[in-house]
């Protein structure tokens, strides 16, 4: 009996916070983050040097230029190991150091935009399963109380279904757990891009 009421107690924890979605975005009813939902973002929100065409493949053809991208998207690389390398290939490009820089931002921006795009429509993924798996956690909580005002019901269905539901209800807490972390990638991602930006650009001076 106590499993059975914990069971309902909890799923109806779980029927009660799933409004909680599109906290970040009213008008998106899939967005799950507290952050507000961008996107994709404006090349001039993260880089204040010379001007640069989003979507261009210029930077693809320069292989030093690919490495030094490859190398600096990197999350896992310290800022301040990143910026030694973006000094290190400015010094080394000499009179050409402007104008690859401005390369690499622009494979920079064309890397970490499509790397944060990505993460966003998992995000969005994610959240429509999160709330389909929500709908079959009422589901069996309704099913669980007419179980439980049935007086000829088996005991052992009863206590069946009361670990089904307790089962879901905790895989449900946990992807929401989830959910805080990943929506922070997107944040992650914009703050690198912009702080790579900014050792461009003064690289370039």
């Excluded at 301040?80 to 490009?93: G, H, Q, R």
């Excluded at 402007?98 to 969005?124: C, H, P, Q, W, Y």
Aim: with cysteine; proline share 5%; charged share 25%.
């Amino acid at each position: 009996m106590i499993r059975t009421i914990a069971a309902t107690l909890v799923a109806t924890a779980v029927l009660t916070a799933t409004p909680a979605f599109a906290v970040g975005d009213p008008n998106d009813p899939d967005w799950p983050c507290v952050q507000r939902k961008v996107a994709e973002l404006a090349i001039g929100t993260v880089w204040t040097g010379p001007p640069v065409e989003p979507g261009s493949s210029a930077w693809e053809e320069d292989p030093q230029v690919v490495e030094l991208v490859t190398f600096l998207q990197q999350r896992r690389v310290p800022l301040e190991e990143a910026s030694k390398a973006i000094a290190a290939f400015a010094e080394a490009s000499g009179a050409d150091a402007r104008a690859k820089l401005t390369l690499v931002f622009a494979g920079l921006f064309d890397r970490m935009n499509s790397e944060r795009r990505d993460v966003v429509n998992g995000i969005v993924r994610f959240a429509k399963k999160q709330r389909n798996f929500a709908d079959q956690v009422r589901a069996s909580s309704a099913s669980l109380d007419a179980l439980r005002n049935d007086p000829k019901a088996d005991f052992s269905v009863v206590q069946s279904k009361t670990d089904e539901v307790l089962m879901q209800t905790r895989v449900f807490e946990e992807r929401q757990k989830a959910i805080t972390f990943v929506c922070e990638v997107p944040v992650l991602i914009e703050q690198r891009l912009f702080a790579l930006g900014k050792a461009v650009t003064a690289a370039m001076e």
